[in-house]
């Protein structure tokens, strides 16, 4: 049974950083594709940054290029997604998800986290 959890979550001011952590257990990690997405209060669920099985390609939605960075260590079964410049609009509870691909594409998205909330505070 595949888990994704989430990790690293808190409570940050503007312009400040945190590292978020997922780690995934149940099945060979390097092989597959991974994303982040997040949903803040009242919207709908968005991609935020996704990473190829190969570490080598990775893709970030337009509003975190260059303030966000995904990586993997597939020796820790682990990625993350290092938050820089922190926005009050970056506020959401942000989710780990990986498919069936080494090729990321949001509809192979099939195993979940539960969340972990990130709040920037003005």
């Known amino acids: 049974q595949v888990q994704v959890v989430e990790s690293g979550g808190g409570l940050v001011q503007a312009g400040g950083t945190l590292r978020l952590s997922c780690l995934v257990s149940?099945?060979?990690?390097?092989?597959?594709?991974l994303a982040w997405f997040r949903q803040a209060p009242g919207k709908e669920r968005e991609f935020v940054a996704a990473i190829g099985g190969s570490g080598s390609s990775t893709y970030n939605e337009d509003s975190v290029k260059g303030r966000f960075t995904i990586s993997r260590d597939n020796a820790k079964n682990t990625v993350y997604l290092q938050m820089n410049s922190l926005k009050p609009e970056d506020t959401a509870v942000y989710y780990c998800?990986?498919?069936?691909?080494?090729?990321?594409?949001?509809?192979?998205?099939?195993?979940w986290g539960k969340g972990t909330l990130v709040t920037v505070s003005s």
């Open positions: 149940g099945r060979a990690f390097s092989s597959y594709a």
């Open positions: 998800a990986t498919g069936s691909s080494r090729y990321y594409y949001k509809e192979d998205m099939r195993y």
